[in-house]
Nanobody, 126 residues
Framework: QMQVVESGGGLVQAGDSLRLSCAAS????????MGWFRQAPGKEREFVAA????????VYADSVKGRFTISRDNAKNMVYLQMNSLKPEDTAVYYC???????????????????WGQGTQVTVSS
């Protein structure tokens, strides 16, 4: 079992930056890939970014590439999502998720993630 808790969401203006944090506990955090997803009102949950267990490999959705950066600190059991140049279309609830198996490469596939947080709201005003 693993528990993940997101924080750092809020209301910002277009062009601003925000950093989301995800605190994980309950398993050997450093062995598992982690991901960020988001869900806007009336839309399906979509992939944002993922990072390998070591932090050496990352994957991004095209819509955030060049603006968002995922990182992790295995010593602190933390994953971060630095979001720059925010746009109104980035408005959504952002979820942190942990891969279901150790050592997997980071993936966009939601079914690969077994543990999800409750989400944190990000609202970007124009």
């Amino acid at each position: 079992q693993m528990q993940v808790v997101e924080s750092g969401g809020g209301l910002v203006q277009a062009g601003d930056s925000l950093r989301l944090s995800c605190a994980a506990s309950g398993r050997t955090f450093s062995s598992y890939a982690m991901g960020w997803f988001r869900q806007a009102p009336g839309k399906e949950r979509e992939f944002v970014a993922a990072i390998s267990w070591s932090g050496g490999s990352t994957v991004y959705a095209d819509s955030v590439k060049g603006r968002f950066t995922i990182s992790r600190d295995n010593a602190k059991n933390m994953v971060y999502l630095q979001m720059n140049s925010l746009k109104p279309e980035d408005t959504a609830v952002y979820y942190c998720a942990a891969d279901r198996g150790p050592g997997n490469t980071p993936t966009m596939t939601p079914r690969r993630y077994a543990y999800w947080g409750q989400g944190t709201q990000v609202t970007v005003s124009s």
